[in-house]
């Protein structure tokens, strides 16, 4: 970076003794599959969300991009000093050392989707200070928010060069340089970021070290302005032409919606498609489409978790399609699902659905009959639930309207529901942190 020699590799590296032990942060365990159950959509939801609101991936706010950025650039240091080191090991490691300071302090309501592992780095307390290795692994921290969330976003956003898509694949090109020199490169981070390396590469963090540092990762502190428009001007200006078009006015409509200061980010979220109809109907139904993907998607949901519920009334948790059937509720549940598919199949204009959301909508549509569209549904579970000939049997460790015994929930992991479209609300979310007071 020219003006800002941030690394000062050689003086660094001969401070820094990384720990071979590091490895890539991982769960401590991989969850009860209720919580993978997707109905063996998985890759037509990941399609329905990038459909409509391309490249984002899981961002949700722009100091996951920081952490994830110094992990590369830490990484590639040590590689040039012989050291073999993970990428996301060290980003995640950031966010772990974040999040613990922001626990420790306390987290405003609305803040609190940005803070991961708060239940396992709680219970995190040392007489010297942490080491990455204390928060980092697996009792601490957990891998899967920005190997998974960021991986997908980074080379769409141009910020990284990637000859995979691996995240511990990328090199920063001039973007993720830029974005790096407007995030740390001021005279007020200069005693702040060796003490981050130190960090990185080993040494436990001090209570001395003070707000300089933690502000550097902390995701509850606002970003630089000047970092904040130039990341407006990456979601208008970098992808191919059809994913930046869309993402461009997306990001235009945010920023009309966001003159009315009352919307919150679900009213914001409810009215961007209205708004990028105003100057593109096409890229709205783009919206729309997706939408009624994620409607329909949920409403089977809503027909399995009756059928979960009956179940758990019955002795051994186990009944026939048929006598399934005899409740009226169910029955109104799979009309309403049958209904939501027959709209979403229905004309609507010049344009049609995109193939990919077809062959689930086209199967609900296809069953008149109740019984064949209930087995069809239970056949796709499989997790929960389970056909076998013509009865439906529930997993012993499920009961209704709760999680499986001993099975808590992930603290790695979105507090969304995978069945919405939440990158256009994680849309609203960036769109607020980078254009108010921008």
Not at 182 to 189: E, H, N, P, S, V
Not at 314 to 328: C, F, M, W
Request: aromatic letters at 6%; one cysteine or more.
């Amino acid at each position: 970076m020219d003006g800002w020699n941030w690394l000062n590799r050689k003086q660094w590296l001969r401070k820094m003794s990384p720990s071979e032990s590091w490895g890539i942060i991982k769960h401590e365990t991989l969850g009860h599959p209720r919580n993978r159950r997707d109905l063996g959509l998985a890759a037509v939801v990941r399609f329905a969300n990038d459909y409509a609101v391309p490249g984002l991936a899981g961002l949700s706010f722009l100091r996951s991009i920081v952490w994830s950025l110094i992990g590369i650039e830490f990484a590639a240091v040590q590689r040039a000093a012989g050291n073999q080191v993970n990428p996301s090991a060290i980003a995640e490691g950031l966010e772990a050392l974040a999040c613990w300071h922001c626990i420790r302090n306390g987290v405003d309501d609305d803040m609190a989707y940005r803070i991961r592992g708060a239940r396992k780095l709680r219970r995190i307390k040392t007489a010297k200070g942490p080491t990455l290795t204390d928060l980092a692994r697996g009792q601490g921290y957990v891998s899967q928010p920005i190997r998974m969330g960021m991986g997908a976003c980074l080379p769409r956003l141009g910020l990284v060069e990637a000859r995979s898509t691996r995240f511990n694949s990328f090199e920063l090109n001039d973007r993720g340089r830029q974005f790096l020199l407007l995030a740390l490169g001021r005279a007020d981070t200069s005693k702040a970021i060796p003490k981050l390396w130190s960090w990185l590469g080993g040494a436990s963090w001090k209570e001395k070290h003070g707000e300089k540092e933690l502000k550097l990762i902390s995701p509850m502190q606002p970003l630089p302005v000047e970092l904040r428009q130039y990341f407006s001007g990456l979601m208008a200006s970098v992808g191919v032409e059809e994913e930046r078009a869309m993402r461009s006015a997306l990001w235009q409509a945010c920023r009309e919606l966001l003159k009315d200061a009352t919307l919150d980010d679900d009213a914001m979220t409810a009215a961007i498609s209205i708004q990028v109809a105003k100057s593109d109907p096409a890229k709205a139904a783009r919206l729309d489409w997706a939408q009624d993907f994620f409607a329909t998607y949920a409403a089977a949901f809503v027909v399995l978790d009756r059928v979960q519920a009956q179940l758990s009334d019955t002795n051994g948790g186990r009944a026939g399609v048929t006598k399934l059937l005899e409740s009226q509720t169910l029955q109104d549940r799979l009309n309403s699902l049958r209904s939501m598919a027959r709209q979403f199949k229905a004309p609507r204009g010049p344009q049609s659905p995109p193939s990919e959301l077809a062959p689930f909508i086209m199967e609900i549509c296809s069953h008149d009959d109740d019984a064949a569209l209930l087995r069809d549904l239970v056949r796709r579970d499989d997790i929960v639930l389970r056909l076998e000939d013509s009865t439906v049997s529930l997993h012993p460790d499920h009961k209704a309207d709760r999680s499986p015994a001993g099975d808590g929930a992930p603290d790695d992991e979105p507090d969304e529901p995978p069945m919405r479209l939440y990158r256009l609300h994680n849309l609203c979310r960036l769109a607020r942190e980078a254009m108010q007071d921008a």
